[in-house]
């Protein structure tokens, strides 16, 4: 029997496969310039993304602006053996070499691990999100071992037609504390 969060998962996937390759660039594009507004994108001294997957937001425009600005970018690693990730700075995206999962990763230089600041920013991937932070993610539990002893501000980029009201969630599951849409701000912060 298939679970409540596998059927959301299969419902959000295809949603994304309907949309065209303009309604995605210019979602990703929404979606980036609403963050890029944002004090909280603003002030902040280290930016942790990720690399998109296909159908997931594309933030390269975004680590691109935190690089010119002068912010700190780091991306993550998934670690062999484990269900946990480590965080690289990177200088360009042209130093991302092919990694786990066909993910794009960061090479693993010791001299660039990040090491936990609570003045960063984790924008945290997922396929849905809720209102209160909860997130639909893809069942790997990589991110919420992360985020459970993250120590700065956690963010979900959302499509307006992915946000919930309520999604299932389960005790081990970390909610982020901003969700932001093309639309809208959901800040737990207040």
């Given at each position: 029997m298939i679970s409540e969060k596998d059927a959301l998962r299969r419902h959000f996937k295809g949603w994304r496969t309907q949309l065209s390759p303009a309604e995605h660039d210019a979602l990703s594009a929404a979606l980036c310039n609403r963050l890029m507004s944002l004090p909280v994108y603003q002030e902040t001294t280290w930016l942790l993304g990720f690399?998109?997957?296909?159908?997931e937001p594309d933030i390269r425009p975004l680590l691109q602006d935190a690089l010119l600005g002068g912010r700190r970018v780091a991306l993550p690693r998934c670690i062999p053996g484990t269900r946990?990730?480590?965080?690289?700075?990177?200088?360009s995206w042209d130093e991302l070499i092919p990694g786990s999962y066909g993910i794009a990763e960061p090479p693993a230089d010791p001299a660039r691990l990040w090491q936990p600041t609570a003045d960063a920013l984790c924008i945290v991937p997922a396929l849905s999100?809720?209102?209160?932070g909860q997130r639909l993610g893809y069942g790997?539990?990589?991110?919420?071992?992360?985020l459970s002893t993250?120590?700065?501000?956690?963010l979900g980029l959302c499509p307006q037609a992915c946000l919930q009201e309520k999604l299932p969630h389960?005790?081990?599951?970390?909610?982020?504390?901003?969700?932001?849409?093309?639309c809208?701000?959901?800040?737990?912060?207040d």
């Amino acid at each position: 029997m298939i679970s409540e969060k596998d059927a959301l998962r299969r419902h959000f996937k295809g949603w994304r496969t309907q949309l065209s390759p303009a309604e995605h660039d210019a979602l990703s594009a929404a979606l980036c310039n609403r963050l890029m507004s944002l004090p909280v994108y603003q002030e902040t001294t280290w930016l942790l993304g990720f690399a998109p997957l296909a159908g997931e937001p594309d933030i390269r425009p975004l680590l691109q602006d935190a690089l010119l600005g002068g912010r700190r970018v780091a991306l993550p690693r998934c670690i062999p053996g484990t269900r946990e990730l480590q965080f690289y700075e990177i200088i360009s995206w042209d130093e991302l070499i092919p990694g786990s999962y066909g993910i794009a990763e960061p090479p693993a230089d010791p001299a660039r691990l990040w090491q936990p600041t609570a003045d960063a920013l984790c924008i945290v991937p997922a396929l849905s999100f809720d209102r209160q932070g909860q997130r639909l993610g893809y069942g790997g539990g990589y991110y919420d071992r992360f985020l459970s002893t993250f120590p700065g501000i956690t963010l979900g980029l959302c499509p307006q037609a992915c946000l919930q009201e309520k999604l299932p969630h389960d005790l081990y599951d970390q909610p982020v504390s901003v969700v932001v849409t093309e639309c809208e701000v959901c800040d737990r912060r207040d």
